[in-house]
């Protein structure tokens, strides 16, 4: 049994079952998530005869890069080799006040957003909690290795998280556990495609951030770059929207620039609507192109002109800038499947 899927609850349960002291689990995860030791032979403060029989129970296999790419801007992208041959890949950007880990979430992705490297290899499978939160742990000793620390976590790497959604749960109690990676439920952001039930689920069972990927204004122009729009037309991702808790938080709605197709100024007079219903910030994403891509760039006096039309709104509106372009680590750019 791999130790790394297992909650703080989970793993309790399974050492009572098996004679341990609860409080065995708190001491394990110490070790692992804040001491980083994976092995129970230097787990000193349990005794050895309970690390011989944890040992026989339990595995602790960590993922490790396969690969680390450095763009010229810092950004950092990890290639993880999964067991069974995919290739998952997280990114780390560093900035003046804060370091932020992008996290992947599934092998692929099943939703085929026409504007995403990703979507356009295909859906190979969900990952485990293991190999979602040991992209964190080797971001965390990457880092450092530089001096820095990670700060913030986006979901919003390889797959849709909420078509993960059980093992995304796991992941964040992991994450924001005291003994585990102790995390603050304001640092970690789950971004969606909109997938509408589970975005009232999510409210409902975490009290962490909230990105949607708008991406367009109406249906048919959603419908035509992100198929999910057919299943979860607007009207229903408004509605699972309007139910997520904001009170203690903003939801973010990201929205990326496509040449010719919803950068219009009544685009933006539609996308501002949308944002004042939640008092969301928007997040303007200047498209990242790739071999294969269906669109171009939106010029940037465009997006600077779509930005004002928000903020004459009273809309707040930030263009992200592209990192880590020189490596395929930029927004919508992840995505070797296979080794």
Known sequence: MELLDLTRKKLEDILIENGFAKFKATQIMQWIYQKRVFSFDEMTNISKSDRIKLAEMFEITP????EVFTSSDGTQKLAFALSDGNVIEAVIIPEETRC??????????PLHCAFCRTGSLGFKR???VSEIN???????????????????LVFMGMGEPLLNFQNLLDSIDILLDDFGFNFSNRKITVSTSGVADKIVELGETTKVNLAVSLHAVTDEKRSKIMPINKKYPLSALLKAID??????KMVVLEYVMLKNFNDTPDDAEKLAKIAKRYDAKVNIIPFNTFDGAAFEPTPMKKIIDFQN???????????????GGDKL???????????
């Not at 993922?63 to 396969?66: G, R």
């Not at 932020?100 to 992705?109: D, E, I, P, W």
């Not at 680590?329 to 070797?336: D, H, N, S, T, V």
């Open 134 to 152: 040991s992209q964190v742990l080797s971001a965390q000793m990457i880092a450092e290795e530089s001096g820095k620390r990670i700060t913030n």
């Open 329 to 339: 680590a930029a927004c919508g750019q992840l995505g070797r499947v296979k080794n």
């Open 309 to 323: 039309i928000l903020i004459a709104k009273n809309v707040t509106a930030l263009i992200r800038k592209s990192r």
């Open 243 to 248: 139910s997520y808790p904001i009170s203690r």
């Open 126 to 128: 969900d990952l485990t």
């Open 63 to 66: 993922l490790f890069p396969s």
């Open 100 to 109: 932020t880990l992008c996290v992947s979430t599934q092998a692929g992705c």
